[in-house]
């Protein structure tokens, strides 16, 4: 009797180290970035992304939500690390993009990008890649645009 309990009492304690060594498993998170003809509270700032920033982990899904029509969402050349991969959506459509090369993403809205529809996400940190992103040449007010959103990361 003492025998088979001191095996099991054993057994358990082993499986009980086993479970404890595992490594935490994190859950990616997932999150939304609308794309709208007009920004929240502000009808006069049109064709915007909301949010123009967003922070988050390597491995989370963002999700650009098409709120309102005649948008999509296209990756900058240029400003993604290297090695990520770029995307370009089709209009008016859902779109799931997952990251997990840490840096800056810039994207764009393309019949808006001259307006200034675009926006950044930091994965992780910024700091791979920059630099170069803020190197990059936009066309009408989407330069003003961009370097309003990395003054925003400096801040």
Same mark, same amino acid.
């Given at each position: 009797?003492?025998?088979?309990?001191?095996?099991?009492?054993?057994c358990?304690?082993?499986?009980?180290?086993?479970?404890?060594?595992?490594?935490?498993? *994190?859950?990616?998170?997932?999150?939304?970035?609308?794309?709208?003809?007009?920004?929240?509270?502000?009808?006069? &700032?049109?064709n915007?992304?909301?949010? +123009?920033?967003?922070?988050?982990?390597?491995?989370?899904?963002?999700?650009?939500?098409?709120?309102?029509?005649? &948008?999509?969402?296209?990756?900058?050349?240029?400003?993604?690390?290297?090695? +990520?991969?770029?995307?370009?959506?089709?209009?008016?459509?859902?779109?799931?993009?997952?990251?997990t090369?840490?840096?800056v993403?810039?994207?764009?809205c393309?019949? &808006?990008?001259?307006?200034?529809?675009?926006?950044?996400?930091?994965?992780?940190?910024? +700091?791979?890649?920059?630099?170069?992103?803020?190197?990059?040449? &936009?066309?009408?007010? *989407?330069? *003003? *645009?961009?370097?309003?959103?990395?003054?925003?990361? +400096?801040?």
């Open positions: 009797m003492f025998m088979p309990m001191l095996t099991r009492m054993l358990n304690a082993a499986l009980a180290l086993m479970v404890g060594a595992m490594p935490f498993c *994190a859950t990616a998170a997932e999150f939304e970035i609308q794309m709208l003809n007009a920004a929240p509270g502000n009808a006069q &700032h049109t915007v992304f909301a949010p +123009a920033i967003l922070r988050i982990s390597s491995g989370d899904m963002v999700t650009f939500v098409p709120t309102d029509t005649g &948008h999509n969402t296209a990756s900058k050349r240029g400003m993604i690390p290297e090695g +990520a991969e770029p995307w370009n959506s089709p209009m008016d459509t859902r779109y799931s993009v997952t990251l090369v840490p840096g993403y810039g994207y764009l393309l019949p &808006h990008y001259e307006m200034g529809m675009v926006g950044l996400i930091i994965v992780d940190d910024a +700091a791979p890649n920059l630099e170069s992103a803020k190197k990059i040449r &936009h066309p009408g007010a *989407a330069r *003003a *645009a961009f370097r309003d959103l990395f003054d925003q990361l +400096a801040n």
